[in-house]
């Protein structure tokens, strides 16, 4: 088993030191945890003995596990989107984790119906499992994410850029919002850090609700409250979304460099490292993301967002693990019919 790790683990880094902004990635370290989790489950205390009072011990702790775990999160993920609705508005996105927490709640009861009573008809149990398969692969996708992001996040970069990318997030009108005054405050001590050799690119186009462009604002933003040079900010102003941001700053990078060799970073919120760096990756940018703080509130549903994002860029992936997966139920239902 430890020959095993060793040989995923290795996979994994080898990945990870090739290119980081690659999903297969997730996957690996998905699989590292799964394995790890399969040993503990291997444990003794999860056998059957001669007297088989560990063996019930064992299963008394998984069986009694999944409906607590569900339960918690139902909470969690409720109460998270009361906090929402009070700091951030009335709005349907702040619903998205309340929307999971029904799920899950409606997982732990069905879990409880089919598992605690007695219902001997085979097609319940083949159904439950077919959720159970659905949604533990779901959950697979959604842990291995917040682990791999979190590890993006955390690493450092080892380069200096000759420019910093700020991706754009929305306006109130003409003013900055916190959450992109935030993205623009990290920016800039980045900016310093390289003792302000770099330029500062800020990307984003102007919206249907907004009266300036977000590169417009943005700029503003970086001159008037941190007093940096006008001409060391540089606007990309066409952009509605982080594929276009990504794109669109290249090209202005290449034209300013003249044809120079360059490196760049960009900088948006820690909950949406991972995605953006992907986006970078397709429009062939040499760049590292760099995260600005998010309010604690706010990243589960941020990042819930973040993971419907990606599942959209592979849908074609997860809808063929998805048939699969009702294909293998489909035979079994049909040797029990």
């Not at 998905?30 to 205390?45: A, E, K, M, N, Q």
């Not at 009861?109 to 949604?135: C, M, Q, R, S």
């Not at 405050?185 to 050799?197: G, I, L, N, P, S």
């Amino acid at each position: 088993m430890i020959s095993t790790l060793l040989l995923l683990v290795s996979i994994f880094l080898l990945l990870y030191i090739t290119e980081k902004r690659r999903f297969f990635n997730v996957v690996v370290l998905g699989l590292i945890g799964l394995f790890i989790l399969s040993t503990i489950f291997s444990h003794p205390i999860f056998l059957p003995n001669e007297q088989g009072i560990v063996s019930k011990m064992g299963i008394v702790i998984i069986l009694g596990s999944f409906p607590s775990i569900m339960f918690i999160l139902s909470i969690a993920t409720f109460f998270n989107s009361k906090v929402l609705l009070e700091k951030e508005g009335r709005k349907v996105r702040n619903l998205l984790t309340a929307v999971f927490g029904l799920g899950f709640f409606m997982m732990m009861i069905g879990y409880v119906f089919i598992i605690f009573t007695n219902i001997e008809h085979p097609i319940w149990h083949i159904l439950f499992f077919y959720a159970f398969l659905v949604f533990g692969y779901t959950m697979f996708l959604y842990t291995s994410i917040m682990a791999y992001a979190t590890l993006y996040h955390f690493t450092p970069i080892f380069y200096e850029p000759n420019y910093i990318i700020v991706l754009g997030s929305g306006l109130l009108g003409d003013k900055v919002p916190p959450l992109l005054a935030s993205r623009l405050d990290e920016a800039v001590k980045q900016f310093q850090k390289y003792d302000e050799r770099p330029y500062i690119i800020v990307s984003g186009g102007q919206g249907h609700d907004e009266k300036v462009s977000e590169a417009y604002a943005m700029k503003k933003y970086i001159v008037d409250e941190h007093q940096i040079p006008a001409q060391k900010v540089l606007m990309e102003d066409q952009s509605t979304n982080t594929e276009q941001n990504m794109a669109f700053s290249k090209k202005i990078m290449d034209t300013h460099a003249h044809g120079k060799k360059y490196r760049s970073l960009f900088v948006t919120n820690n909950f949406h490292v991972f995605r953006a760096s992907i986006y970078a990756k397709k429009a062939k940018l040499d760049a590292q993301g760099v995260g600005s703080k998010t309010a604690f509130y706010y990243v589960p549903n941020a990042f819930t967002r973040e993971f419907i994002g990606l599942l959209e860029m592979y849908k074609w992936i997860h809808v063929t693990v998805f048939l699969f997966i009702t294909l293998f139920i489909g035979l079994i239902l049909r040797a029990y019919v």
